[in-house]
C-alpha cells in the first residue's frame, strides 16, 4: 500500500475544513436524505485519502479532484440502489432559511421550495446534477464545465433551461391550484 505524503495529507485536512460542508450540501441535494449524505460523504473522504497519491494539480484544483470523486461514489449509489433520489423533505435539507425573512415570507420561501423540488423528478438526470452543483454545492459555471467536460456557456444554458422548465411547471401547478 501507498502512503500519502504529509503534502498530501495537509491538502486534504486543508479542503476539509474549507470544503468539507459544500460537498455535503450537494449530496443532501442530490439524495434528499441526511443520514445518507452523511455515510456518502465519509466513504467520498475515505476514498479520497486512499488516493491522494493519484491527485495531480496540472490536471485540477483539488476542490474539483474532490467532486469528481464524489460525483462518481453518488452515481454509483444511485445505480446500485436502482433508482432516483427521492422527493426531499425541506426538513432533511440543511438551513434553507433566509436571515431576516419573516414567518410568513420564510414559509412562503419553504412552500416554493419544497414544490420546485418535487418538481426535480422531471428534469434529466444532467439537468438535475448540473443544479445540484449550482444551487447544493455553490459550484460556478466553470467549475461544473470542468469537472462535467462541457464548456461554461454550455453549462450556463443548460441550467437556463432546467430553471425554466421548473418555473414552466410550478406555474402550471398555481394555475391548476387556483383555477
Not at 434528499?32 to 493519484?54: F, H, Y
Not at 474539483?64 to 449509489?77: K, Q, S, T
Request: proline share 3%; with cysteine; glycine share 4%.
Amino acid at each position: 500500500m501507498i502512503f500519502p505524503s504529509e503534502d498530501f495529507i495537509s491538502l486534504f485536512e486543508r479542503w476539509y475544513e474549507q470544503d468539507v460542508d459544500r460537498l455535503y450540501r450537494y449530496l443532501c441535494y442530490r439524495l434528499g436524505d441526511q443520514a445518507q449524505a452523511e455515510d456518502l460523504t465519509a466513504t467520498i473522504c475515505e476514498r479520497a485519502v486512499r488516493n491522494l497519491s493519484r491527485y495531480d494539480s496540472l490536471q485540477a484544483t483539488f476542490g474539483a479532484w474532490m467532486f469528481g470523486i464524489a460525483r462518481n461514489e453518488m452515481l454509483h449509489w444511485l445505480r446500485d440502489r436502482q433508482r432516483r433520489p427521492p422527493p426531499v423533505s425541506l426538513d432533511t435539507l440543511p438551513n434553507l432559511e433566509a436571515d431576516g425573512a419573516t414567518v410568513e415570507e420564510q414559509a412562503h420561501r419553504a412552500d416554493l421550495t419544497r414544490q420546485a423540488l418535487m418538481h426535480l423528478s422531471a428534469l434529466s438526470d444532467r439537468e438535475q446534477e448540473i443544479i445540484a452543483l449550482r444551487y447544493g454545492a455553490d459550484m460556478t459555471s466553470g467549475e461544473i464545465a470542468r469537472l462535467m467536460n462541457l464548456s461554461p456557456n454550455n453549462i450556463r444554458v443548460m441550467l437556463h433551461r432546467a430553471i425554466e422548465k421548473l418555473q414552466v411547471l410550478l406555474v402550471d401547478k398555481n394555475e391548476a391550484e387556483n383555477a
